[in-house]
């Protein structure tokens, strides 16, 4: 399904001093769905939702976020609705409210979770925390959002470009005399060029709090993309697969597949760029 459908890619980071991996999962997924739900209240719309985990950041510094691929559309979950809710087409997405709204699922998660595991007063410095960070972060967390450009295989490639790859190249390391490492990375805020020499166990120490838990997912489905199928999951499968066979039969064409493939158009005339058509086949008499 994820090729069939146009994407946006969202990413949704948080206050440095709240880690915890699960509840911004759940905290991301929430406040998509707050999203379509505020659209269109009434057709109770799910969305297609891949959700990749990222602890690290260019410095190699813990800074966990999640990358998020979300369908621009979404299928109405009501029984006997019009077919035209099966899938409703929705391209604009308001990003500075993504913000605040992040930033109130994710605290509104926090809350709930500590409220049972805190002792009342660790619970009380925590909600004094929750007033510090809405007072801090007035235009909520930090969400960068913007519709993905390229083809579907692109979209997959940039997913399993965060989900399967270490923390850092081992080309990034300029030199290593046996006690010091000395690394660069490309800074993200200013695109500066950074040098950086640091002890060898304080490298590996950098390095290995990225590695996750074990039996820990860091790829999640959400919305149309979970186990748990919508009202119209059958019909909005038909229907995806109506235009899947579409693609197909265009592909089936060998001029289309070159052009797709080798970026030529193999009936243009290298000469006068005019369109060739086929006039007769020509066969050598020896030929088998």
């Given at each position: 399904?994820?090729?069939?459908?146009?994407?946006?890619?969202f990413?949704?980071?948080?206050?440095k001093?709240?880690?915890?991996?699960?509840?911004l999962?759940?905290?991301?997924?929430?406040?998509?769905?707050?999203f379509?739900?505020?659209?269109?209240?009434?057709k109770?719309l799910?969305?297609g939702?891949?959700?990749?985990?990222?602890t690290?950041?260019?410095?190699?510094?813990?800074?966990?976020?999640?990358?998020?691929?979300?369908?621009?559309?979404?299928?109405?979950n009501?029984?006997?609705?019009?077919s035209?809710?099966?899938?409703i087409?929705?391209?604009?997405?308001?990003?500075?409210?993504?913000?605040?709204?992040?930033?109130y699922?994710?605290?509104k998660?926090?809350?709930k979770?500590?409220?049972?595991t805190?002792s009342?007063?660790?619970?009380?410095?925590f909600?004094?925390?929750?007033?510090?960070?809405?007072?801090?972060?007035?235009?909520?967390?930090?969400?960068?959002?913007?519709?993905?450009?390229?083809?579907?295989?692109?979209a997959?490639?940039y997913l399993?470009?965060y989900f399967?790859?270490?923390?850092?190249a081992?080309?990034?390391?300029?030199?290593?005399?046996?006690?010091?490492?000395v690394?660069?990375?490309?800074?993200?805020?200013?695109?500066?060029?950074?040098?950086?020499?640091?002890h060898?166990?304080d490298?590996i120490?950098?390095?290995?709090?990225?590695?996750?838990?074990?039996?820990?997912?860091?790829?999640?489905y959400?919305?149309?993309?979970?186990?748990?199928?919508?009202?119209?999951?059958?019909?909005?499968?038909?229907?995806?697969?109506?235009?899947?066979i579409?693609?197909?039969?265009?592909?089936?064409?060998?001029?289309?597949?070159?052009?797709?493939?080798?970026?030529?158009?193999?009936?243009v005339?290298?000469?006068?760029?005019?369109?060739?058509?086929?006039?007769?086949?020509?066969?050598?008499k020896?030929?088998?």
């Amino acid at each position: 399904m994820l090729y069939l459908l146009s994407l946006n890619n969202f990413v949704f980071t948080f206050a440095k001093t709240i880690i915890y991996l699960i509840l911004l999962f759940k905290s991301c997924e929430d406040c998509i769905k707050f999203f379509f739900k505020k659209r269109a209240p009434r057709k109770k719309l799910i969305p297609g939702i891949v959700l990749v985990l990222h602890t690290f950041g260019r410095d190699l510094k813990w800074n966990p976020h999640i990358h998020c691929l979300v369908t621009e559309g979404a299928s109405s979950n009501i029984k006997n609705c019009p077919s035209d809710d099966i899938w409703i087409n929705l391209t604009h997405f308001d990003y500075e409210g993504f913000r605040k709204s992040f930033q109130y699922c994710l605290l509104k998660s926090m809350k709930k979770y500590l409220k049972s595991t805190l002792s009342s007063n660790a619970f009380k410095d925590f909600k004094n925390l929750v007033n510090f960070l809405y007072q801090s972060y007035d235009n909520g967390f930090y969400v960068r959002a913007k519709p993905f450009e390229g083809n579907p295989d692109g979209a997959i490639k940039y997913l399993l470009r965060y989900f399967n790859r270490p923390a850092m190249a081992q080309s990034r390391i300029l030199y290593y005399d046996g006690t010091y490492v000395v690394f660069y990375y490309q800074r993200h805020e200013d695109d500066m060029y950074v040098v950086e020499k640091v002890h060898v166990y304080d490298l590996i120490k950098r390095l290995i709090i990225h590695i996750p838990d074990k039996n820990f997912k860091i790829l999640r489905y959400a919305g149309l993309y979970s186990s748990h199928k919508c009202t119209h999951f059958d019909k909005l499968i038909k229907k995806l697969s109506d235009v899947s066979i579409k693609t197909k039969k265009m592909l089936a064409n060998w001029r289309m597949r070159i052009q797709l493939y080798f970026h030529y158009d193999p009936l243009v005339c290298p000469f006068c760029n005019q369109i060739m058509f086929f006039s007769e086949l020509v066969v050598a008499k020896n030929s088998s």
